[in-house]
C-alpha cells in the first residue's frame, strides 16, 4: 500500500463524518442574510429600536445596529425579521 492510501479513510468512515451531527449550539446562532436593498436576520432575540434611519437587534451577548434611509420592516416572525431599504453600514456591539 502506498502512503496515500493509508491516510484516505474508508468508504463507510467518509459517510459517518459526512452526515455526523453538528456541534452544540450551531443550530439557533444568528445568521444574517444580504442581497441588495434586502436584509434577513434569523435567530435574533429582541428588537431594540426601530426607525427609518437605524434598526438595533438583540441577539443575545451582542447587538447588531443596522443604518440606513428608508429603512421598513418587510417580515417579522418569531425569530426572524426581513429588512428592506437603502442599508448604509452595520455594526456589532458587545454588551
Given at each position: 500500500m502506498t502512503k496515500r492510501s493509508e491516510n484516505r479513510p474508508s468508504p463507510m468512515r467518509w459517510l459517518q463524518r459526512l452526515f455526523r451531527?453538528?456541534?452544540?449550539g450551531f443550530?439557533?446562532?444568528?445568521?444574517?442574510?444580504w442581497r441588495g436593498k434586502t436584509l434577513e436576520?434569523?435567530?435574533f432575540r429582541r428588537i431594540r429600536t426601530y426607525s427609518e434611519e437605524k434598526l438595533c437587534?438583540?441577539?443575545?451577548?451582542?447587538?447588531?445596529t443596522i443604518y440606513g434611509d428608508g429603512l421598513r420592516i418587510e417580515t417579522l416572525g418569531a425569530h426572524r425579521i426581513t429588512l428592506r431599504?437603502?442599508?448604509?453600514?452595520?455594526?456589532?456591539?458587545d454588551e
Open positions: 451531527q453538528p456541534p452544540n443550530y439557533g446562532q444568528p445568521c444574517i442574510y436576520v434569523e435567530h437587534l438583540e441577539l443575545g451577548r451582542r447587538t447588531l431599504g437603502e442599508i448604509l453600514r452595520t455594526d456589532f456591539s
